[in-house]
């Protein structure tokens, strides 16, 4: 029997039939950890190509062969039909690896790639992360077990500092929460790229005293917003004049020129203004 299953207990082997498939050839007794990733028409990694794979019903096998699902495996919690979660992580690697050795697996099994050298993990936070989809780096300690439920290991994202527009608050003008934050595209359209983490009261103060509304016309009046990416409760924003230049942290996660993890709010550009902004798709 092949069973896959998501970190919140969901079983989702009938969404992903090419994977549950290739799953077959793999030994009896044997359960993996990892991540299910979706390519899209380009060879990038897609978040939304995986959130339509993972939501598909009866077209879920048109979908598998428009966009084949790669399962990267991080971890092997049983082999052969023995536990290993009280055996420490390096022991688990040797096993995962001499699995991947001696069924000669390949797509769509990837072996996530580890390293015991600090060069070589600066190394790909660096230079792995310019791939569209890849965050940041891992690290587990070489003795601990695996903990159900719990991480037990760091994770190291990548963040780079650039700009957008404050297009809208949370809360209110006098004292906003998250902002919203926008980049025109090619046509001027006013594009969301991303909302903050909720704003400290001494940043809050700052934004709120320079923050103007929006007039009777706001491009993006109309618009439903909702929480984040996995909560789809409906937001009710205050519409500011899209004219305050913010400068913002962000991993490289992003999605379609849009940003999947809430953003750090750096500070104001007053001394910028629209045309200093990148344009939306740009990073």
């Known amino acids: 029997?092949?069973?896959l299953?998501?970190?919140r207990?969901?079983?989702v082997q009938d969404r992903f039939p090419d994977l549950a498939a290739a799953a077959r050839s793999l030994p009896n007794?044997?359960?993996l950890d990892g991540e299910l990733a979706v390519l899209d028409h380009h060879g990038q990694l897609s978040f939304t190509a995986l959130q339509r794979r993972a939501t598909a019903g009866r077209n879920a096998r048109a979908l598998a062969a428009e966009m084949p699902a790669h399962f990267i495996a991080f971890d092997v919690l049983q082999h052969d039909g023995q536990e290993l979660l009280d055996e420490p992580f390096a022991r688990r690697?040797?096993?995962?690896e001499a699995l991947f050795a001696e069924h000669r697996l390949g797509p769509p099994w990837t072996l996530c790639p580890w390293t015991?050298?600090?060069a070589v993990a600066d190394e790909?936070?660096?230079e792995w992360t310019n791939v569209p989809g890849v965050e940041g780096v891992v690290a587990k300690g070489l003795t601990g077990r695996y903990r159900p439920g719990g991480r037990g290991w760091t994770k190291v994202r990548r963040r780079n500092s650039t700009e957008a527009l404050i297009s809208a608050v949370t809360g209110s003008l006098h004292r906003p929460q998250v902002l919203l934050l926008g980049r025109y595209d090619t046509t001027g359209r006013l594009r969301l790229v991303g909302k903050t983490v909720p704003l400290k009261p001494g940043p809050a103060q700052d934004v709120a005293e320079h923050l103007t509304a929006a007039g009777p016309v706001h491009l993006w009046t109309g618009v439903r917003f909702t929480a984040s990416w996995n909560n789809r409760t409906p937001l009710e924003p205050a519409l500011v004049a899209p004219v305050l230049v913010a400068e913002f942290s962000a991993d490289v996660s992003q999605d379609r020129g849009v940003w999947r993890h809430p953003l750090r709010y750096e500070r104001l550009r007053l001394d910028a203004d629209e045309a200093d902004v990148p344009l939306f798709g740009e990073t």
């Not at 690697?93 to 995962?96: D, F």
């Open 29 to 31: 007794g044997l359960v």
């Open 5 to 7: 299953q998501t970190r």
């Open 1 to 3: 029997m092949v069973l």
């Open 116 to 118: 015991t050298d600090p």
């Open 93 to 96: 690697r040797q096993v995962l």
């Open 124 to 126: 790909w936070l660096r």
């Open 9 to 11: 207990g969901a079983l």
